[in-house]
């Protein structure tokens, strides 16, 4: 007769005192008010409005209305025992053009909102760039044009003069390998640009964009904590077969390698890892090099699942396909992403390895599934479980002596998830987007209590 395993109790106590607990959002899944108080299109408000690029044609005019009703939210999250909250400004909502002329609505709005945080008690964590170019930006090229790195650092001297004296905490990009990669090469995200070339010179412009925009920070906000964010995902081989292990070394490269390593002044990984580096060299100019690193406060990691990858002769410049979590027969997320806690202790420990870094703070970690309101209750137990058993794999990680110090949970509230629309929920919080009206979360009520006393 089989016994069902019993997990240990977990207890904040044992994070240690100075652990950071939170939970994030970005503008553009939260806020709504596309065109509110003179705020100018952005890269994700055109691309929702072609017909096929989101499923169910959703779009983000409204989403959660967070612009108008951040102080529900901001209740809640007192509510819930909430110390830190991680959100993004909308580039396009303080400069409608993305240069030039300032929206002083943008301006009075963000700070609103920071100071409503602050009278809560509530710390406020200011993400830069998470996705949301302005349009008229993208019409000169975006990310593959080289002036971008100017235009982004004009937009952070603004964010850093106007928010700065409150603002401790701040991080500069959001996931730039997803954003990167699913925007300028695979164009199934925001703004649709496709092709190597596109992906290359994003990549590049970015990486610098990164690391002058934290030194715009420390320049104009010399106590700032400054970090920035990396996505990240645990890679295995399908097989111990040579070709397959070379394969999931090459996608480890490129998703877990190719982004933090410039940053952290070690430049791009040798191409003997991942033969396509080799195709950025047309796009470094001198001192490139020198210019893409930067000693950052913290790094924040973002992992929700590992994949499995094998060798493929038919896909381009990394040779390597998934093997989906559905063929494997594994538990999946509303995402099909595979639910597997042990990942976030891998990618921390790979973190971990690079002694650049001062401090790691997991800023995203959670779970969709398909959420059903009964009685006016969500009853999300799978979600509950999946943080508490990321959360025991994190505490491993860190009693092993890994230098991870925070928590955010991805999401507060369901919101828009990008691609999939409002068909995927992440919340503690459950959103009915036809009424606004919010209802928290047995996982939402779970993390309070354990944030209060337990």
């Not at 100017?150 to 850093?160: E, G, N, P, Q």
Request: proline letters at 5%.
């Amino acid at each position: 007769m089989s016994k069902r395993r019993i997990e240990p109790e977990l207890f904040k106590e044992q994070f240690g005192e100075d652990f950071l607990w939170g939970v994030a959002t970005a503008a553009f899944q939260i806020e709504g008010a596309h065109d509110a108080d003179g705020k100018g299109p952005s890269i994700w408000d055109v691309f929702t409005e072609k017909k096929g690029r989101i499923k169910g044609n959703h779009h983000a005019r409204t989403a959660c209305d967070f612009y108008n009703t951040y102080h529900v939210d901001v209740a809640l999250m007192k509510q819930l025992n909430i110390p830190n909250f991680r959100f993004s400004i909308s580039w396009s909502r303080i400069l409608p053009n993305g240069v030039g002329e300032i929206s002083q609505s943008g301006i009075d709005y963000y700070n609103k909102l920071i100071d409503h945080l602050l009278e809560n008690g509530i710390e406020p964590w200011v993400t830069l760039y998470h996705w949301d170019m302005p349009h008229a930006l993208d019409l000169n090229g975006g990310w593959t044009n080289r002036d971008s790195i100017s235009w982004f650092t004009d937009y952070v001297t603004l964010c850093a003069k106007h928010f700065g004296n409150r603002v401790k905490n701040w991080m500069v990009m959001n996931e730039p390998s997803v954003f990167t990669g699913a925007g300028y090469f695979l164009g199934i995200h925001a703004p649709g640009r496709r092709g190597l070339a596109n992906y290359l010179k994003a990549v590049h412009h970015v990486t610098l964009s990164t690391a002058a925009g934290a030194g715009i920070l420390r320049a104009t906000i010399p106590q700032a904590n400054i970090g920035t964010t990396f996505s990240c995902t645990q890679i295995e081989p399908y097989t111990q077969r040579e070709k397959d292990i070379a394969a999931a070394n090459r996608v480890h490269t490129l998703l877990n390698r190719a982004f933090i390593e410039p940053i952290l002044g070690m430049g791009y990984p040798d191409a003997t890892d991942l033969p396509v580096i080799r195709k950025m060299e047309p796009y470094i100019q001198p001192g490139d090099i020198e210019k893409m690193g930067f000693d950052f406060d913290f790094i924040g990691i973002q992992c929700y699942t590992r994949e499995v990858v094998k060798a493929s002769v038919f896909t381009p410049y990394v040779g390597a396909s998934l093997v989906k979590a559905e063929k494997r027969r594994v538990p999946t997320t509303d995402m099909g992403w595979e639910v597997h806690p042990p990942s976030i202790y891998h990618m921390i420990n790979h973190f971990n390895s690079y002694p650049q870094i001062k401090k790691i703070l997991v800023t995203e970690n959670g779970a969709a599934f398909p959420d059903r309101v009964i009685d006016g209750k969500v009853y999300d137990l799978q979600r509950k479980h999946y943080l508490q058993s990321h959360l025991r794999q994190l505490l491993k990680a860190k009693q092993e002596g890994a230098r991870v110090d925070g928590y955010f949970v991805w999401s507060l509230t369901d919101n828009f998830e990008w691609a999939e629309g409002y068909h995927t929920r992440f919340g503690l919080i459950y959103v009915d987007f036809e009424t606004q009206q919010r209802i928290v979360k047995h996982s939402g009520e779970w993390f309070a209590e354990f944030l209060q006393d337990n």
